[in-house]
Structure formats: structure tokens, C-alpha cells
């Protein structure tokens, strides 16, 4: 890996990490408290506007 492929690699990682944190911190504010980052994240894939099919799930 270059230089420039490890920094890049890096930056993602870390701002993977600020985005999970930041979402972390919002469950704190609202109701669902009691709900990991993981169903969150669930919830949002199946979708509560536009529901999905059990294969567009499989396609995610």
C-alpha cells in the first residue's frame, strides 16, 4: 500500500469512527434508547417510509 493509500485508509477509518460516535451520542437524546446502533441501523435498512422485500434485504 502507498503512503497516500495508508492515509486515505486512515481518514476513512477514523471518520467511520466520528460517524459512530456522533449516532452514539444522538440514541442518547431521543427515545430509543434501548436500541443498539446495530437495530438501528436494521430499522433503517428495512425502511419505515419504503418498506422492503425480503430480497431487496438480501441485495443490501
Request: charged residues 25%; proline residues 0%.
Amino acid at each position: 500500500m502507498t503512503n497516500t493509500q495508508e492515509l486515505l485508509n486512515k481518514l476513512l477509518v477514523q471518520l467511520f469512527n466520528d460517524i459512530l460516535h456522533i449516532e452514539e451520542n444522538s440514541l442518547k437524546n431521543i427515545d430509543l434508547m434501548d436500541l443498539s446502533m446495530t437495530e438501528i441501523h436494521t430499522i433503517e435498512a428495512v425502511g419505515i417510509k419504503d418498506a422492503k422485500t425480503m430480497g431487496e434485504l438480501h441485495m443490501i
